[in-house]
C-alpha cells in the first residue's frame, strides 16, 4: 500500500480473499488475473 496509496484497499482486500478461496478450491484463478490487473493499472497511472 505503501507504493500506491490511492488504491481502493476494501477492493483488493476482497480480491485477495477471493483468489486464495478460488485457490483452495481448485478454481481457475480468476481474482488473481484481477488482482494483476488492478494493480497493473495502479502503475501505468502513475508514471
Do not use: C, H, T, V
Not at 30 to 38: D, E, N, V, W
Request: hydrophobic share 30%; net charge positive; proline share 6%.
Amino acid at each position: 500500500m505503501n507504493l500506491w496509496p490511492d488504491a481502493d484497499r476494501q477492493q483488493l482486500r476482497s480480491l485477495i480473499r477471493n483468489a486464495k478461496k478460488e485457490k483452495e478450491g481448485n478454481k481457475p484463478p480468476k481474482s488473481a488475473r484481477l488482482i494483476f490487473q488492478y494493480l497493473r493499472e495502479l502503475a501505468e497511472n502513475e508514471g
